[in-house]
Every structure is written in structure tokens, then in C-alpha cells.
């Protein structure tokens, strides 16, 4: 059999050449305008970004790691706070609370959803917790509703971590615009993404924007009048007008993933031993994540691999099992989070993708399985 991948976990050439004419404009435009670094652009997409999302404030920068990082510092977090979050995410999430100086507590996660267990935040709760941030997961939401009452009871700031769930909803209401701050990432395999690093914030809270503008200008609000150590994180005018071609996009989008998890769902749902995510409301599925309970997943990935299917593994190792926190974890409990870093198999998954390729990866699953 080929090693060769022939369905890869993810396709970008399908969106690219269908958008190609009104990327190919936007191009020209910034390239022709003069303007490259925080520019009409980059102010357009962000008031229509704010729009989409419901908020009145959504600003433009380098990253969604650099999101994390200004949210907290925005919010005067730091050494001696701690900062509760999930273990099973992406190293961003724990880096950007390490970042600052505080110390990352990790809760364990829910089984069927991969998110953090709001009913484990509570007992957590120290006087040192200044903030929560939960992660919308492979684009499902969280339970906002018990994550907010629990933070409202202990006066504690929610900052959610969107990088993953651009459109996602929570009961009607965008992921990202329930907390004081949404971050998120439009890293290039994103829902919705740029062609390079971009990120964004979110909020409804007009003194905590002027802060995370600040930031993300070396601390400045007025060029060379610097009032604090910022950063240089800022939104390419490029990646802006690339994104605002996208925007208007992105809910037929993430309705093409929906369509494809459910797909996915009618043909492995009865493989005994292999566990589908749920199909539930606002859940935009930025992953396809299966559990393999019946056999090793190690050895199930080899073997599509060995017949040209990619897949992914997110996450192989829970943060707090990460050689860096286990000295200060090292009695952390997290084992519905270790389990799943040994199950998980994340299948290709995007818009467009062709049911006969779905039928094609969930018969060679169905094989290892016989």
C-alpha cells in the first residue's frame, strides 16, 4: 500500500480557488494602497468582526496565543493569581497564563464533549483565582451558562479561549462574546482563517479594549509615548482584507462541517468500540474527533496512513502531564483528560468535503475494526 497521503485531514484548495477572484482584489488593493500595519483594512474587519460577534469591540492582532497573553495582562493578571483552565488543549492556553507570571490550575474534562467539567471549577477556586478560561474545543461551546454563575459567585473574570470556534454558539449567542474577553486565532487551518498568524479580541468593556489596543502597540497609546511593556502584535492589512473576503463565508462554512459530522456519524456510528462526537446546536466542529476504545488508536492511525488517510492526534499529552508543569502538577487529577489523550483520532474534516471520500475513510475505519 502507498504511504502517500491522498485524503489529507484538511483541504484548503477548494475555498481558496472558489474565493480566488475576490482574494486576487483584495490583494491588489492593499498593495496598491500604501498601507500594511493596522491600516483601513484591519479597522474595517474589526468593526465587522464586532458586528458578527455581537460585541462592541473586536481588535486585531498577531496571534491567538498573543490574544491569550494581552487579555491577561489587560486584566492586571499575574505572578501570585491563579488562572483555572483545561489540560486537554492546545500548549497556548497554559503558555499564556504561564506568560504572566500566574499559575495555570488545571480541571479535569467532560467525556463527551472534550471541555473542561464545569461542575469540577468550583472546588478549584482559591483566593488567588482571578480568572477562568474555558476552551471551546474542536469548536464545540461550553457550558457558558454554569461557567458564568460559577464566576459571578466568586468575582472572577471568564476569558474564552475561541481558537477554535469562530461562529460557534452557545444558546444563540457567539462563542467569545459571554466572557469579559474572547480570543481568537485565524491561524490558516482555522474555521475561519488568514493566509499566515492572526488573531483577535473581543469585549463589550470600552476601558479593557483601550488596554488591549495599548498593548498590542509596545504599550502606547500615542506613538513614543510608551506608558507600559507592550507588544508588537498587530493584524497585517493583508491578512485583514483576506479575512474580510472570508467573513461573510463563514456560516455556510461551519453548516458544511456540521453536514460532514453528521455524515461521519450515519457511517461509523455502529462501530462498536470506536465513539462519534455529538452533533448538538452551535458545535462547528473545527475537528472531527472519534475515540478509539476497541483497539490500539496508534495502530489505527498507522494503518490509514498506509492507505493514504491523515489524521491527527489532539492532544497526545495533557498539559499538565508536559514535562514543565510536573513538578508544580505533579498531584493534579485529570484522568478523564489522560484518557482521551490515548483515544483520540481526529478525521479530515472541512466544508467541502465529498461524502464518497467520507464513505472511503469510514470503510477502511470499519475494516480495523472487523
Not at 449567542?173 to 498568524?197: E, H, I, W
Not at 473581543?202 to 500615542?222: E, F, I, P, Q, Y
Amino acid at each position: 500500500m502507498s504511504t502517500q497521503t491522498q485524503i489529507p485531514i484538511l483541504d484548503l484548495k477548494p475555498q481558496i480557488e472558489a474565493l480566488w477572484p475576490d482574494l486576487q482584489a483584495a490583494f491588489e488593493r492593499v498593495m496598491k494602497s500604501g498601507h500594511f500595519i493596522v491600516g483601513p483594512e484591519v479597522r474595517a474587519f474589526e468593526e465587522e468582526a464586532a458586528t458578527y460577534l455581537g460585541v462592541k469591540h473586536a481588535i486585531g492582532l498577531n496571534s491567538g496565543t498573543d490574544a491569550l497573553y494581552i487579555a491577561l495582562r489587560a486584566l492586571g493578571i499575574g505572578p501570585g493569581d491563579e488562572v483555572i483552565t483545561t489540560p486537554f488543549t492546545f500548549f497556548a492556553t497554559a503558555e499564556a497564563i504561564s506568560h504572566v507570571g500566574a499559575t495555570p490550575v488545571f480541571v479535569d474534562i467532560e467525556e463527551a464533549s472534550f471541555n473542561i467539567n464545569a461542575d469540577l471549577i468550583e472546588p478549584a477556586i482559591t483566593p488567588r483565582t482571578k480568572a477562568i478560561i474555558p476552551v471551546h474545543l474542536f469548536g464545540r461551546p461550553c457550558n457558558m451558562d454554569r461557567i458564568q454563575a460559577i464566576a459571578a459567585k466568586h468575582g472572577v473574570k471568564v476569558v474564552e479561549d475561541c481558537a477554535q470556534s469562530f461562529g460557534a454558539t452557545w444558546k444563540g449567542r457567539q462563542t467569545g462574546s459571554m466572557g469579559v474577553f474572547g480570543c481568537y486565532s485565524f491561524f490558516p487551518t482555522k474555521n475561519l482563517s488568514a493566509f499566515g498568524d492572526g488573531g483577535m479580541l473581543a469585549t463589550n468593556d470600552d476601558d479593557l479594549a483601550a488596554t488591549a489596543r495599548m498593548l498590542r502597540v509596545h504599550g502606547s497609546r500615542k506613538k513614543y509615548f510608551n506608558e507600559t511593556v507592550g507588544y508588537n502584535s498587530r493584524l497585517d492589512e493583508l491578512h485583514a482584507a483576506m479575512l474580510r473576503v472570508k467573513l461573510p463565508r463563514i456560516d455556510a462554512w461551519n453548516e458544511g462541517r456540521i453536514r460532514v459530522a453528521g455524515h461521519y456519524r450515519t457511517l461509523l456510528g455502529g462501530i462498536k468500540g470506536l465513539v462519534t462526537p455529538e452533533v448538538v446546536p452551535g458545535h462547528v466542529f473545527h475537528q472531527y474527533t472519534i475515540r478509539v476504545q476497541g483497539q490500539d488508536r496508534d495502530a489505527l492511525q498507522a494503518r490509514l496512513a498506509e492507505q493514504g488517510i491523515g489524521t491527527m492526534v489532539y492532544y497526545p499529552i495533557p498539559c499538565h502531564r508536559l514535562k514543565l508543569y510536573q513538578e508544580s502538577h505533579a498531584t493534579a487529577s485529570c484522568p478523564v483528560a489522560e484518557t482521551a489523550s490515548q483515544q483520540v483520532l481526529s478525521l479530515p474534516v472541512w466544508p467541502e468535503l465529498d461524502p464518497g471520500i467520507q464513505g472511503a475513510v469510514a470503510a477502511a475505519i470499519g475494516q480495523s475494526f472487523v
